[in-house]
């Protein structure tokens, strides 16, 4: 089978260093890759890195190898162009059709999905003729996947890094899967909870459970790369973040109620994925509790946590707003689902059987998504990424 053919598109900003790594993942797993450097990325990373790294001769001017015609056919063979570092200048020429180099005739021909992964310092980033010009892009069906927060050129530290080039890699593997040039969540945000939440006892010790976070970022990653705007409230997780998500860290069920209460009312979606502790200590201990020789420990009363799922399902602030929940059961299942599906008023129920070596902490799951219609999806075991599509796509049908 033919590999399937990538632009990788650099432009000139010092992360295009980064995208090296990009480039050998691609390669690594058996993509076929074009590097296309606009001249000033040149300045960064030399030709002849990108020749060796991809095996295939790099220029950035249309008048080299003229009779091949590489300005149109370059664009035209490829089943994905991805620009990592998109600067704002790449941005700015993209969203009006300018074409002044390869790379830029590259966009103006391929028909195939786009994915943008901006960088640059947090100002040009917020400029609106920058933001702008990245509605532009994505209302024609691109994928601009929003930058990191974190430490940029120099001593500044703000919204404008390149995502991690893992994280991008990802994005870039979901949209090839997925094969369609329109994003069917663009213009959608998209609210997820992920992990574990941890009710602390006393300074060292708390009442958890075992998610990992896993299922919850498979989501925020597919959604984004389906392109929607997303916020990842995650809870005790050890994941890398997300490329083109925005992260919330949160500790308890508490802290998880207040950031979903904030993120909800302009959300199209939430996905409720998190473990949420139903029970927490009703008193804190200041201190370690100790052992003491010969007695029990004194008995630790439990007062329940907030109900977030059914809280947010029966009070909807946005009108046609999708709420999707999660079910860990250990026996009777289906029953048990179908049972919190109508407790909780939300709009589809993922119930999966949990235990040891089961769903947590596993890069595959199986479940079956209960809708409130009616309709049950069952899902095979495999990837959670898997799992996590079908979710978006029952969602992407629910909000038309």
Known sequence: MDKPKVVLGVSGGIAAYKACELLRRLTESGHDVRVVPTASALHF????????????????EVWDDVHEVPHVRIGQQADLVVVAPATADMLAKAAHGLADDLLTNTLLTARCPVVFAPAMHTEMWEHPATQDNVATLRARGAVVVEPAVGRLTGADTGKGRL????????VCRRVLARGVTEPDLAGRHVVISAGGT?????????LGNRSSGK????????AAARGARVTLIAANTALPDPAGVDVVA???AV????????????????????????????????????????????PVALVRNPDILAEISGDRVRSGQVIVGFAAETDDV?????????????????????????????????????????????????????????????VAERLG
Not at 279 to 298: L, S, T, V, W
Request: hydrophobic share 40%; with cysteine; glycine share 10%.
């Open 45 to 60: 990373v030399g030709a002849a890195t990108w020749s060796a790294l991809s095996g295939h001769p790099v220029s950035t």
């Open 163 to 170: 995502p991690d080039p893992g994280e991008i890699f990802e």
């Open 198 to 206: 941890r009710e602390p006892l006393d300074p060292v010790r708390f």
């Open 215 to 222: 299922q919850g970022y498979a989501l925020a990653r597919t």
């Open 250 to 252: 949160v500790g308890t």
């Open 255 to 298: 802290e998880l109620r207040e950031a979903v209460l904030r993120a909800a009312p302009d959300a199209d979606a939430v996905v409720m994925a998190a473990a949420v502790a139903d029970f927490r200590p009703a008193a804190y201990a200041g201190g370690k509790i100790k052992k003491k020789d010969g007695q029990d420990p004194e």
């Open 334 to 394: 289906l029953a048990n689902g179908r049972a919190k599906l109508k407790r909780k008023g939300c709009d589809l129920l993922v119930v999966n059987e949990v235990g040891e070596r089961k769903t947590f902490g596993l890069d595959e799951s199986e479940a079956v998504v209960l809708g409130a219609d009616g309709t049950e999806t069952p899902v095979a075991h495999g990837p959670k990424e898997n799992l996590a599509e079908i979710i978006w796509d029952l």
